[in-house]
């Protein structure tokens, strides 16, 4: 069974940071890159960053590059988590942060977590 479990959002003010955790159960992951989407209520939703499988290559959008950075743990075949690291966070940056396989896979969209950038 496929399942990802979004966790870590919160309200913070400009410049804070916060720490994003998804947990991926599942053989569906194995071997899958990963990504960290956000969606707006008034954009789409995109992909901010991504990380191969091993963990040892990652790549962002220049709107995130140089503040956040993600990672990941793959514990076994079964079981993975991957880690968002926001730093310098921008009230542009308030949105509903998702996980999925990059590219993403339609079925496995879990609840998201939402942050929130605010004075």
């Known amino acids: 069974q496929v399942q990802l479990v979004e966790s870590g959002g919160g309200a913070v003010q400009p410049g804070g940071s916060l720490r994003l955790s998804c947990a991926a159960s599942?053989?569906?992951?194995?071997?899958?890159?990963m990504g960290w989407y956000r969606q707006t209520p008034w954009k789409q939703r995109d992909l901010i960053a991504t990380?191969?499988?091993?963990?040892?290559?990652?790549?962002?959008?220049d709107a995130v590059k140089g503040r956040f950075t993600i990672s990941r743990v793959n514990t076994n075949e079964m079981l993975y988590t991957v880690y968002l690291q926001m730093d310098r966070l921008q009230s542009d940056d308030t949105a509903v942060y998702y996980c999925n396989t990059d590219p993403a896979t339609d079925s496995f969209w879990g609840q998201g977590t939402q942050v929130t950038v605010s004075s």
């Open positions: 990380i191969n499988f091993a963990g040892d290559d990652a790549d962002y959008v």
């Open positions: 599942g053989i569906a992951f194995k071997y899958m890159s």
